[in-house]
């Protein structure tokens, strides 16, 4: 059986970015393929302090994160679906550790995330920060996931996990981890073109990040519906008086144009047909206002009605499941590298 894995970190509020490039397409997946497929989603709780976060915050924020998973439309009583915390799961660590020793310093300087996030914030840059890819790669490795939903930004990251697949594969002659899927096999199953990569609403040649100190150029999870209604109506857009869907030229449009699609359900192609040459760009932000704010307001209330003791429950089973498969492969590669006999 298949086994398709994303996280999401919670570091901050999630965004819409967030929503559409990895919930939503994973929940897509999770309830086409749950029948024959393992559905891992977890909480990435180790990543969250790679950049400084409010610690105090942590624990409630990632119980949050399991709701969110829940309100999204992720199916908890299917068998198949397995939702659980990082560090609940200590083979995470582990493997990550020895996965270190098999990733070149060379290899991971060159991960353009690590040069981004260290631009931001070049006050803390930790070992965490440089190292985070490596364990997601232990986060994937683990399982033989095949299948990562992932947004664009991580497939440089996906392409390092494979490497270090391969050549620990080599390594030790046998095939110790599956290879996960190439970035055009994922999309291909994703039934996408390409990966998806929302803009950030002030400054469309960036993507829209949960953790930019700029509160106008994302719509967090938990904004109010009208607030974020605001904030669509003074998204960046361009001077060239001409709606256009073209994400080099008017990217700012264009990507108000992916969130209507994506939030609605409507295909692109519909909305780009329905505005494509027309001049005023408010009616377009009306549109997109209402679609956030309703979506917001609907989502808002599917996580209110889901209690802490749903989440206990979910994770108390998703960790037994998670540690069972997770211990088996770990004591494969402890066996493969010396460690045990
Ligand atoms: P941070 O600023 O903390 O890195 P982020 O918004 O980039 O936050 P991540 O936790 O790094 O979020 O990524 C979670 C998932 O969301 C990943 O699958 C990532 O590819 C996806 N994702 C992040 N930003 C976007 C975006 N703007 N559009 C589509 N998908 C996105
Ligand atoms: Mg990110």
Do not use: W
Not at 79 to 108: D, M
């Amino acid at each position: 059986m298949k086994t398709i894995l994303t996280g999401i970190r919670v570091n901050e509020e999630p965004t819409i970015g967030n929503f559409i490039g990895a919930y939503k397409t994973m929940i897509n997946l999770a309830n086409e393929h749950a029948a024959d497929a393992h559905i891992n989603m977890f909480i990435p709780d180790l990543h969250s302090f790679t950049t400084p976060i409010d610690h105090s915050k942590l624990y409630a924020q990632v119980i949050k994160g399991v709701k969110y998973y829940i309100a999204a439309g992720l199916d908890v009583n299917n068998p198949n679906v397995h939702i659980y915390r990082q560090s609940h799961v200590p083979a995470h660590s582990e493997l990550a550790i020895i996965l270190n020793c098999f990733t070149y310093y060379g290899e991971a300087k060159r991960m353009t995330q690590f040069k981004d996030k260290s631009e931001e914030n070049p006050e803390a840059i930790t070992v965490g920060l440089f190292d985070y890819p490596i364990l997601m790669a232990a986060d994937i490795l683990l399982y033989d996931a095949e299948i990562i939903p992932l947004g664009e930004d991580q497939f440089q990251h996906l392409e390092l996990t494979r490497d270090i697949a391969i050549r620990m594969n080599n390594k030790f002659e046998r095939e110790l981890f599956t290879v996960p899927a190439s970035e055009k096999e994922q999309v291909a199953f994703m039934n996408l073109e390409k990966g998806l990569r929302i803009r950030s609403l002030t400054d469309p040649s960036k993507k829209m990040s949960k953790s930019s100190k700029d509160e106008k150029s994302k719509i967090s999870l938990s904004d109010d519906p009208a607030a974020a209604a605001k904030k669509i109506m003074s998204a960046t857009t361009d001077s060239l008086g001409k709606i256009n869907f073209d994400m080099i030229n008017q990217p700012g449009i264009s990507n108000l144009m992916t969130i209507e699609a994506m939030l609605s359900g409507r295909d692109i192609h519909d909305v780009i047909q329905q505005y494509a040459g027309l001049e005023r760009y408010g009616d377009l932000k009306q549109e997109v206002a209402r679609t956030v704010s309703t979506f917001l307001e609907e989502f808002q209330q599917r996580v209110a009605q889901i209690s802490d003791e749903d989440v206990e429950r979910v994770l108390e089973q998703g960790e037994a499941y998670a540690n069972k498969v997770a211990n088996a492969k770990l004591a494969e590669v402890q066996r493969a590298v010396g460690l045990i006999r």
